[in-house]
């Protein structure tokens, strides 16, 4: 169990890292890992993915706001996008838990690595022109977009970094407000999938101890403590590294681990 906890504890560390660095939220890290991790615990296999998910959401909720204040510290939180992106983001992430709840883990497993590579190969390939540059987006428009990468999100147990950021570089932000805004988005979808997830697991049979519902504290505990301390110095990396570099380890790190959950299911 020792050893568990501490790969745990390295998972927050990597979390927190990627999460200031690229506004992901560190899901794309946290949930193929916590599989491993949950399958060698020997939990039952048609919870492992539910599980996995929530408790995903429920650490990003702590490294979403450690890196949205990093990032505001420095200057490059535009909030008046961040808010009204939020209530289609709460929306879509309880509707993503309950839409979860009635898929198998397998599937989940799937569509998780197939999305990954597909955002990865976006941002390494695509040449998609900018969209109409505006100073202030609509706010009908960041509501919309918000519910849908809300239900996305709370689907995949992810911050929604993936989706938001290539939306905001289409609208012509800089690679550096989008991560910002994104580590921003990914508090609400955190707190209002988690929510969901808790709730929609209550009924489930055969969880393991010191689970309620589809969160299990102590990976909860360990791996958001340390993302809390580690994020902000991704935030601050975020700032020191040229954009196009920025831009090519967001599309590998997708890569990497849509590949890997594609092998794995």
Do not use: C
């Amino acid at each position: 169990m020792v050893e568990i906890v501490v790969v745990y504890l390295l998972l927050g560390a990597l979390a927190g890292l990627v999460a200031g660095l690229l506004g992901v939220g560190g899901g794309v890290v946290i949930v193929p890992v916590l599989v491993v991790l949950f399958q060698a615990q020997g939990f039952d296999s048609a919870n492992i993915m539910h599980l996995a998910l929530g408790t995903s959401l429920a650490t990003i909720a702590i490294t979403s706001l450690s890196s949205m204040m990093a990032h505001h510290r420095l200057g490059s939180l535009h909030w008046h996008t961040a808010l009204w992106l939020a209530p289609g983001l709460v929306v879509g992430a309880l509707l993503g838990a309950l839409l979860a709840d009635q898929m198998a883990s397998v599937t989940l497993q799937r569509l998780f690595g197939l999305f990954e590579v597909a955002v990865a190969l976006y941002m390494l390939l695509g040449k998609v022109a900018k969209g109409v540059v505006e100073r202030v987006i609509a706010v009908s428009e960041l509501m919309t977009v918000g519910l849908f990468v809300g239900t996305l999100s709370s689907l995949l147990g992810i911050g929604g970094g993936s989706m938001t950021v290539p939306y905001l570089s289409w609208r012509g932000r800089s690679m550096r407000e989008a991560v910002a805004v994104s580590s921003a988005a990914g508090f609400p979808i955190a707190i209002a999938g988690g929510v969901g997830y808790l709730f929609t697991g209550l009924d489930a049979t055969s969880l393991p101890s010191f689970a309620t519902g589809y969160l299990y504290w102590p990976a909860f505990i360990a791996i958001g403590s340390i993302s809390l301390l580690v994020a902000p110095h991704g935030a601050r990396l975020a700032h020191r590294l040229p954009v196009a570099r920025l831009k090519q380890l967001f599309a590998v790190v997708l890569l990497l681990i849509g590949l890997a959950m594609l092998l794995k299911a």
